[in-house]
């Protein structure tokens, strides 16, 4: 079994949203620990679910966000040492 980094997390979440990141004109070096996904226009809801599913399936892991801060649901370093710690608790 191998170990799920936070970069690791990132780079496939930056990979999974290339479309609407394109769309938006930012360019991945703009996507820093604090981008937050929802307010630059990346995600809405229902794309965070699409996410949420997308990692869940990509990492093997259930993501379960009930003990993380509402506020940092869509910020892309919050949600990627999320996953780095939930999959290590696995």
Not at 1 to 26: C, G, T, Y
Not at 76 to 84: P, Q, T
């Amino acid at each position: 079994m191998s170990v799920v980094q936070a970069d690791e997390v990132r780079r496939f979440i930056v990979s999974h949203l290339a479309s609407p990141i394109k769309e938006n004109n930012i360019t991945e070096k703009e996507i820093t620990g604090d981008f937050d996904l929802m307010k630059r226009g990346i995600i809405d809801s229902i794309g965070f679910l699409h996410l949420v599913s997308a990692i869940e399936n990509h990492f093997g892991i259930e993501v379960d966000f009930e003990d993380m801060d509402t506020e940092d649901l869509t910020i892309i370093g919050s949600i990627c040492r999320y996953i780095e710690e939930r999959a290590e608790k696995k």
